[in-house]
């Protein structure tokens, strides 16, 4: 399995980014995917998650209420929408994938920084 994540950047508080993590190695129909991060000194943090069906999905109570987990199966692809981006959430996001055996898989982070 293979996580390839992209979408990270510099962005005003306030503003979006959208990250992708495209999976492949799959098939991936009983997966979890999520995304972590890891702010400069800090622990690796859950962010959020969702089956691969769509179905369910969870959220950190920091980013609740902006941030949207969502897959895209045709495209083997997670998504995580971040809107109303604070300073707070400047870190390197992970994709992770945990397989039905319970095996995680990581990809690559990308940086996301907010500036106030």
């Known amino acids: 399995v293979q996580l390839q994540a992209s979408g990270g950047g510099s962005v005003q508080a306030g503003g979006s980014l959208r990250l992708s993590c495209t999976a492949s190695?799959?098939?991936?129909?009983?997966?979890?995917m999520g995304w972590f991060r890891q702010a400069p000194g800090k622990e690796r943090e859950f962010v959020a998650s969702?089956?691969?069906?769509?179905?369910?999905?969870n959220y950190a109570d920091s980013v609740k209420g902006r941030f949207t987990i969502s897959t895209d199966n045709a495209k083997n692809t997670v998504y995580l929408q971040m809107n109303s981006l604070k300073p707070d959430d400047t870190a390197v996001y992970s994709c992770?994938?945990?397989?039905?055996?319970?095996?995680?898989?990581w990809g690559r982070g990308t940086q996301v920084t907010v500036s106030s």
């Open positions: 992770n994938a945990v397989s039905p055996i319970g095996i995680n898989y």
């Open positions: 190695g799959g098939p991936f129909s009983m997966y979890i």
């Open positions: 969702i089956s691969w069906s769509g179905v369910n999905t």
